[in-house]
């Protein structure tokens, strides 16, 4: 049974910094492509980020040069590091793996977190 936990969301202020954290349990996490999605109020959920086994990274236009994902395969994490936050990166967001060697699409991913929200307001 596949388990996603994420953390690390929260309120902070316009060019303040997070990083959310994704520990994933009962999968070969080093198998795995895995992804950190978003959803905005009133909008789709959109990737914000992947990587793939081989640690290639994938970023929307929008958090180019400002978020950056990694993973630790010994902790079975991913984490996503969120700088120059703006109020428009307001949003809940998930965390997703996929058994396959990346993920674009919502429908490639197999699993998902529960999400977690930020909020950037001062």
Same mark, same amino acid.
């Given at each position: 049974?596949?388990?996603?936990?994420?953390? =690390? =969301?929260?309120?902070?202020?316009?060019?303040?910094?997070?990083?959310?954290?994704?520990?994933?349990?009962?999968?070969?996490?080093?198998?795995?492509?895995?992804?950190? %999605?978003?959803?905005?109020? =009133?909008?789709?959920?959109?990737?914000? !980020?992947?990587?793939?086994?081989?640690?290639s990274t994938y970023y929307a236009d929008s958090v180019k040069g400002r978020f950056t994902i990694s993973s630790d395969n010994a902790k $079975?994490?991913?984490?996503?590091?969120? $700088?120059?936050?703006?109020?428009?990166?307001?949003?809940?967001?998930?965390? !997703?793996?996929?058994?396959?060697?990346? =993920?674009? %699409?919502?429908?490639?991913?197999? %699993?998902?977190?529960?999400?977690?929200?930020?909020?950037?307001?001062?």
């Amino acid at each position: 049974q596949v388990q996603v936990v994420e953390s =690390g =969301g929260g309120l902070v202020q316009p060019g303040g910094s997070l990083r959310l954290s994704c520990a994933v349990s009962g999968v070969i996490f080093s198998r795995n492509a895995m992804g950190w %999605y978003r959803q905005r109020p =009133g909008k789709q959920r959109e990737l914000v !980020a992947s990587i793939t086994r081989d640690g290639s990274t994938y970023y929307a236009d929008s958090v180019k040069g400002r978020f950056t994902i990694s993973s630790d395969n010994a902790k $079975n994490t991913v984490y996503l590091q969120m $700088n120059k936050l703006k109020p428009d990166d307001t949003a809940v967001y998930y965390c !997703a793996g996929t058994y396959g060697t990346w =993920g674009k %699409y919502i429908s490639d991913y197999d %699993y998902w977190g529960q999400g977690t929200q930020v909020t950037v307001s001062s």
